[in-house]
């Protein structure tokens, strides 16, 4: 079967951080590929002022993933899908021959109990926690990890992760990169600008994003 990790993110930019994440996973989980799972809408952010446009947001993670076993999506808006529950439950039914197991930092996971159906998005997909320098104690000690802490693999049984029924959840640390979205927002506000006149086709469904 094909092997997938998907990272969600509004990808506000897209950076380089995003990259060797997603380098670092395929390599760590004997991965076929990254779906970089680019949100219309974070729920959890709400309508954040300076969320650069979906088209604009895709088209920079679509360069950045370039040249690599990459693919830039904005699948939510063709399933009709704003939550990752359901997101992955959309997934799972259109890929039957494909193993998807979820990407997220641990930040993500310090705020996880906050998710919709969070216990059911562990029940669906096994996950891997990318360590993330000053989340790790937080995320350790998160509503979430109490529930999670009891399907804990170890990190030497990673390249098994297909083998696993989930609820399952592997923690891997590597090298952080300091690259922030935030920053480059800061640095250069206009950035999605560079962007306005491309209309970039979906990395999976091949579908044009107005």
């Known amino acids: 079967m094909k092997t997938v990790g998907l990272l969600g993110g509004s990808f ?18 004997g991965l076929d590929e990254v779906w970089w799972l680019v949100s219309p809408g974070n729920p959890l952010k709400g309508g954040a002022p300076d969320m650069a446009p979906l088209r604009a947001r895709l088209a920079s993670a679509q360069l950045m993933a370039s040249g690599f076993p990459i693919r830039a999506t904005a699948i939510e808006t063709v399933l009709g899908t704003r939550y990752t529950v359901d997101t ?13 197991i ?13 998710w919709r159906d969070w216990r059911k998005i562990a ?9 993330r320098p000053g989340y790790d104690r937080h995320a350790r000690a998160s509503p ?10 170890p990190p030497s049984q990673k390249l098994n992760w297909t083998t696993w029924r989930p609820p399952a959840l592997v923690q891997l640390r590597f090298r952080p ?11 250069d506000p206009h950035w999605h600008r560079a962007f306005a006149h491309r209309v970039p086709r979906d990395g ?3 579908l044009p994003v107005p």
Not at 19 to 25: E, L, P, T, V
Not at 88 to 100: G, I, M
Not at 102 to 114: E, I, K, P, S, V
């Open 12 to 29: 506000n930019p897209a950076h380089g951080g995003h990259r060797r994440i997603s380098r670092f996973a395929l390599d760590a989980l």
């Open 88 to 100: 992955l439950r959309a997934l799972v039914r259109l890929y039957p021959k494909t193993r998807f």
């Open 102 to 114: 979820w990407l997220m930092g641990a930040d993500n996971l310090g705020q996880f109990h906050r």
């Open 123 to 131: 029940q669906i997909v096994t996950i891997a926690v990318i360590a």
């Open 144 to 153: 979430a990890m109490g529930w999670l802490r009891r399907f804990v693999r």
């Open 177 to 187: 990169d300091p690259t922030s979205a935030t920053r480059l927002r800061q640095a």
């Open 204 to 206: 999976v469904t091949r």
